[in-house]
């Protein structure tokens, strides 16, 4: 639950355009969060936040490399999801999300 909320106040605090603030949280928060072994649903998402932190802070390299990250963990997700009929609506899903983070890098060279 702390970590849950580390990573909450690390996306509230790239929400109010304080994105420095949130990639010191997220940059903090991560390294427990991967250690806690989430989903690679949630792993994604948090890295996704971080990606989008790490950019509007000037960290472009960062960005790429943690939205790429995030890619990698969503699409392995989503097929794992899309495997299983009972989850394959997640799976569709999940496909829209990872969409959502190839959008983002496409348009963030």
């Known amino acids: 639950l702390v970590l849950r909320g580390q990573l909450g106040n690390g996306r509230i ?6 994105h420095a603030r949130a990639v010191r949280i997220l940059r903090a928060a991560l ?13 994604g998402e948090a890295q996704f936040a971080y990606a989008r932190a790490q950019w509007a ?5 960062g960005a790429r490399s943690s939205a790429r990250e995030a890619e990698e963990h969503l699409a392995a ?13 997640f ?6 999300r990872h ?11």
């Not at 799976?91 to 829209?96: I, K, T, V």
């Open 99 to 109: 969409a959502v983070i190839e959008r983002w890098r496409v348009a963030h060279p």
């Open 57 to 61: 802070s000037g960290d472009r390299a």
């Open 91 to 96: 799976g569709a899903f999940l496909r829209g």
């Open 13 to 18: 605090a790239a929400e109010q355009g304080d």
């Open 31 to 43: 390294p427990a969060w991967i250690a806690s072994r989430p989903s690679r649903f949630t792993l």
């Open 77 to 89: 997700s989503a097929d794992h999801a899309l495997e299983h009929p009972p989850t394959a609506r």
